[in-house]
Structure formats: C-alpha cells, structure tokens
DNA sequence: TTGTATGCGTTATCAA
DNA sequence: TTGATAACGCATACAA
C-alpha cells in the first residue's frame, strides 16, 4: 500500500541508503541527487514508516506524562503546558490516567506501555516514602512534587512549605486570626498536603499564634466536592474561621461553593485563598486568591530535563532538583476591591516571592 | 540489554515460535512447555518488544484524539473519558491539541504522527464546509461534532439543535422573553455555534417570539474570558436581557462572572443556562443551569466505533452517524431555589430529552 | 503441538 | 558522495 524507501529509491535512481540520508538531513549529498530523492518522495506521496525506524533506532519520540485524572483543571493545564513543550522539543506527549490508584502508578513504572515511550514524567500521588527502590528505574524519568526523592531521579517541584507559609502570612496581614485549613491529610509529612500544612504551622509559629487543631479539615482526594465537603463538615462541627486556606484551588472552589450556599459573606466574614492559580479560578464568584505554584516553567524544564536524559542516554548525571518561583495573585476572594474594578487580570495583586 | 525472545527461548530450551504461542495466548500448547516458558519469561524479567511487534503487525494500539485545547475543561473531560474507554478496549490514546488552528488540524490529519497511531477520534474546529475530500483519509477515523460530514466517515455528535432548542424553551418557559445569546459566530450554520443559534431561534419561532439580533453576542473561541467579554459588549451597548443562554459553560461561567462584577442578580434579574455540563459548572456561585449533552456516552461510541474500523480494517461497511442522549441539568442560574437545599447534586433538577 | 525460515522498513557499518 | 548488506525483534507461513 504505503510507499516504502525501497520504491523511493528505485524511482530516484539511488539506493536506499541515500533516500535514508536524504531523509535524515545527512549533509553530504549531491544537489542533484537530493533533488531527485525528493521528487521521488513527493510524487510517490512516502512517509516514513515510525514503527520501522523505532525498531532501529530503539526510540519512539514519544515520552508518557502521568498524571492523577485531567478532569482535575490543574492536571488538565499542566498536560497542555507540557505537550506545548514536548512539541518544542519535536516530542510528543502520551498521557496515562493513574487516579491516583497505586496499582496503576506502579503499572505506569513497568508496564508494557513503558516501551512505546523514550521516558516519563511522573505526578505520584499512591506512590510514597518507601516506595523509593521503585523509582530505580532504568530509562529517563522525571519526578513532579515531592512525595518521593531517589538521588539517582531528577525531580521538578515547587516551593510548597514557602508558598503555604506565605499564603498564611498574608491571611495573617489581613488581619486573620482563626485560619482554618481544608485538604490536610493527616499523618502526611512528604506529599503536597503535609508540605503546604507544614508552612502554614510555620507562618502561625512566625505570627507568635497557637494551631487550633479543629481548624484542620480533613480531604482525601482534592476534588471541588470533597473541598465543599470539608468545609460543610468543620461548620456543622461549630468552627468559626475568619479566614480558609484550601490546599488546592478545585477544594477553594468547593469552599467557596459551600460558604455561599450557607449565606456566609467573602471576604467580609471569611476571606480564601487556593492553590494552583487555575485559570477557573479568576472568573469564579467571587474571583479566588491563589498561590501560583509556577506550572509554566515545570512543565518546561521537566521536558527539557526529560529530553536531556533521552538524549544522553548512557551518560549518567548527577540526578537534579528544580524548585519552580511561585507568586501569590490577589482576587476577590480575599479583599474586596482586588475584584470590584472590572474584568479579572486587570486588577488583579501579584505579591512575588 | 533487555531481554529478547531469543533468549527466553533458549532458557526454556524452545524455539522463538513457542515463546511467541505463549506470550500471545495461543491455545494448543503443552501445559509443562507453556509453565517452561513462563518461567523463563519471569526469570529474565522480559517483555515484548512493542517497536518490534507494531513493525511487523502494522498496529500500535495507540489511537489519536485530537481536540483545541485540553485547557478547556469540556476538552479535558472528554479526554479523561476517552482515555478510559479506550483502556477498557486495550488501547492507549495520544492526545494531540491542535489549538483550533486549521494547519495543525491538517497535520493532524496527514503529518507524520498518524503513523504512530491505528486510528483518529478528531474533533475539528477550524476545518469545515469545502474541507470534505481532506476526509478521505485511509486510515480509521470518527468524527466528533457537525463541523464536516463526509458519508464516508464515521460520526458521533450531540443533538446541537434540539439541545438549544429544548435550552430556549426552558427559559422561554421561566418567564424569560429577552433572552441573549453569548457565542455567536455570524453566518456559521454548521458548527456547534450556528447549530446552537438554530435552535434557539427555533424555539423563539415555536414561541412565537421575534428574535431581536441586539441581544446576540459574538465570541470566537468559547472561553470564560470571552463569554465575559461578550456578556460586557452586550451590556455596554445597552441591551439588558432577563436570561442569558451562553453557548458553552466556559462562556456561561465568564457571564456568571461579568454580571456579578456589575452586581446584576442572577437568578432574579438574569437567568443564565450554559452547555456542556462540565463539573465545575455545580460549583460556581450560583451554580449553572446547562445542558448535558451526553459526554461520557459520546466518547464511550466513539472508542468503540473506532476500534471495530480499526479491527475490520479492509470491511468497509457504511459511515455511520451516532446522536449522543442530552438533557437539561437545573441549577441554581435559572432557579434560586435549585441551589438552595444544600450540596450540587442533591438538589438538581434534570429534565431529559 | 512445535520448529525453521523469511521479511516487516529502517538505520548503521563499511567499503568503494 | 554513494551503495551493498547486515541487523533491530517479532510474527507467520509452512513444515515436521
């Protein structure tokens, strides 16, 4: 059916060697011949063969991104962030679902669809202290987050104690006193939850303040229900916060959901603020305060990390750790008037870090 | 590095034909020989080689979906739902964005990535009308949407026109007779955008209501910040509606948004009803009125219209054309009382098709 | 029920 | 600057 280099050759005169060449960019070509091979190409319609060429060269072009679900807005931006960047790089992006099950993330690890794939960046969320030994991989992979570190692993991170810890310190200078916290696992140290409650306990301690432990609403799984429910629970257990710091902007989004349905004012009664900076959030009502971890530039350097590592092979390097900038961006959710002159972006706050 | 069948082979002291019988399930083989190779297949920790197999079957496994943007929350749940369903038939699916640009809509259809891929479930947004002959591709393919028919390709769509229509009457029946349109692209009459308006004007005409054109915003790219932006021309000419049908959630999110900034009261003074039914339409504030157009069932249809093309390859049976089930999910833009009772979900209304 | 031999379409080695 | 030829690892006639 489909043209092979053998018909291509043949058309042009040449071997298939040369067509290869021609193909492949190799320099040292004759104008004329090259010319001819591409006529060929052209009236014959050829494409490469890809499975043909992986089987040779043992690459795909291909690298897996494995996330917990894209329903979830800040893994459905992340994966448009890093298939913008794979593409860059002449990359491109398969994208595996691992609902956080650590069945499936190990499954992402040695599965057979690990050999479609030149490498991995890999958001663990099953995946923890412990499981180090089976980050001993041996293909190129690039971590997201801090549930685990392996010295041989390159990771990519934000600043996720820094960044809660000054989300509170603002609440704080907002004049907040009874700041609760929803999305807290408890008994967590390592994955994004124990990290962000960490720096808020240290912007209490820095402020002087005592953690009120009821303050601390539990959610497994950072959804908007499961923030609205949070929120529901620690109301219906008599909390009166002044202030919510949700650990993700989908649970700030529930937050806010369920603060409204009870007739609770924002920010007057209770100010909030999220985590991730998802787009969603500057258009909700009212618009969210957030921490914006910088996704742009983690999906960007864990690509080229990625791409590096693919592309130096055998060459073993020092494994490294990125930490992103973060910022806080000022909405609604916290002062009134950030969100009162008009559209979103125009006014809003940026405090950088 | 890897182990080969060769290898096993040896170890288990077969040929490579009996490596292969086992490893691909085939039935006449002698329990001890099968356990043999087992054994030897564990031992040496081996896997196929997927390069090796796609060269000499002709099949990746990977089917393509191509959609604008995965930062579109409709986007990023309909890809979470072809994922699943394309797991379910064993398949891994490649994301590919195109941006709505019409050159990667073309790429996608012929660049060099197709060869990577048994077959493609594309959801076009540049591509259209006069773009039929670029349809008749030799490779499996399903079409989402009503951007382009082509009688030989496979098609899975959502009832645009009754939707809308149904959407309208709905309002029509609240009380609602200005009602304004966000998301209008003038002159288009096959896409989702003209398709959507269709139906709105019938239900006007069903009314027997004049439709007044003021009242119809234009937007080209459905985003929040878009619906804000037409909801806020709209406004600032002075039209003043008492409902809003925005032709996708993000947009109807951006209204919600635009009105509030300008301390309009939704419910009571304008009426919203967005389309789409993305989760966070239940969370926003007030929650969206919209209409469910059969996500989940759409993207089920097509994994499996595509995989029966893909496993019939030479069969060429008639181009078939799937109408997904809608219905109108009521909320709290159209009705205070929906959202009143407490949690999303508990208190909907939803009224089928 | 199992083994042998061939080729899928490329790229890489080497020689010319 | 180009060509002949050998792999890459697997599946599949065909034979046994």
Redesign the pocket.
């Known amino acids: 059916?489909?043209?092979?280099?053998?018909?291509?050759?043949k058309l042009a005169?040449?071997?298939?060697?040369?067509?290869?060449?021609?193909?492949?960019g190799?320099?040292?070509?004759?104008?004329?011949?090259?010319a001819r091979v591409l006529a060929a190409i052209e009236e014959l319609d050829?494409?490469?063969?890809?499975?043909?060429?992986n089987?040779?060269?043992?690459r795909t072009g291909i690298i897996a991104l494995a996330v917990p679900e894209l329903s979830l807005p800040y893994f459905a931006e992340l994966a448009d962030s890093v298939i913008q960047a794979a593409d860059a790089q002449g990359l491109t992006v398969l994208i595996e679902q691992t609902g956080g099950q650590r069945e499936r993330e190990l499954e992402v690890l040695s599965g057979a669809r690990r050999h479609l794939t030149d490498g991995l960046i890999f958001s663990p969320l099953a995946l923890g202290p412990g499981d180090e030994d089976l980050l001993e991989v041996d293909f190129p992979m690039v971590i997201l987050g801090e549930r685990i570190f392996h010295s041989s692993v390159d990771h990519v991170t934000m600043h996720n104690v820094e960044a809660a810890r000054a989300a509170t310190r603002y609440l704080l200078e907002l004049g907040r006193r009874r700041i609760a916290v929803v999305g807290v696992h408890p008994g967590e140290v390592v994955g994004s939850a124990g990290l962000r409650l960490k720096g808020y306990r240290q912007a209490m301690a820095d402020a002087g303040l005592e953690v009120d432990e009821s303050l601390l609403g539990e959610a497994g799984l950072w959804h908007r229900a499961t923030g609205a429910q949070s929120m529901a629970r620690l109301l219906d257990a008599g909390v009166r916060p002044d202030a919510v710091f949700a650990l993700n902007d989908a649970m700030a989004l529930g937050v806010l959901h369920e603060l409204q349905v009870r007739g609770v004012r924002i920010p007057e009664e209770v100010a909030v603020i999220g985590f991730d900076a998802v787009d969603e959030g500057s258009y909700s009502n009212p618009s969210l305060t957030t921490v914006d971890p910088g996704r742009e530039q983690i999906a960007r350097t864990a690509v080229e990390m990625l791409a590096e590592r693919v592309a130096g092979k055998g060459a073993p390097h020092e494994a490294r750790r990125v930490y992103a900038d973060f910022s806080i961006v000022v909405r609604g959710s916290t002062q009134a008037d950030a969100a009162a002159h008009g559209r979103p972006g125009l006014a809003e706050g940026v405090r950088t870090a």
């Open positions: 059916m489909a043209a092979t280099m053998h018909d291509v050759a005169g040449v071997s298939i060697k040369t067509v290869s060449n021609v193909v492949n190799y320099p040292y070509i004759r104008e004329s011949t090259r050829y494409q490469v063969n890809v499975a043909a060429r089987l040779r060269t043992g």
